[in-house]
């Protein structure tokens, strides 16, 4: 490469579609929009999802079922992966919510649920916003305890 062959970059706009300007533009007569109809006409405005008529695939396609709209979204969590965190030293005896955030196992916004899969040898006293029967006998069970936060 030698300064005399050098070539300025090319700009990174595209410039516009000049439409209607004659024939010898390429998008002269009816300006990129083809004959008649209703696309061709100023003004046009289509819906999202309109198919031209068709009944369009969001009502073709069959719905069932209740979304209860006020439903509450817990995060699980299980005994075992509490038991792994325990072991590795990055949850203590006494867990809070806030101990599991800085964990990593549950967002600051999340409702966690404790849930019995796996199985727990030490004696811990647990916060979580609701428990398994499972994961409530499995903890008292090795001389532990769980606490429901309230909301």
Known sequence: MKLDNLKAPKPNRKARKRVGRGQGSGIGEQSGRGHNGQRSRAGFNMNVGFEGGQMPLQRRIPKYGF?????????PLNLK???????????????????????????????????????????????????????????????????????
């Open 67 to 75: 979304k209860n709209p006020f439903r509450t979204e817990y995060t």
């Open 81 to 151: 992966v509490v038991d792994e965190f325990i072991q590795t030293k990055k949850l203590g005896e006494e867990i809070s919510k806030d101990d599991l955030i800085k964990a990593g196992l549950v967002h600051k916004n999340a409702k966690v649920k404790l849930l019995g899969v796996g199985e727990i040898n030490q004696k811990v006293t647990i916060e979580v916003d609701a428990v398994s029967k499972s994961a409530q006998e499995k903890i008292e069970k090795a001389g532990g305890s769980v606490t429901i936060r309230e909301s």
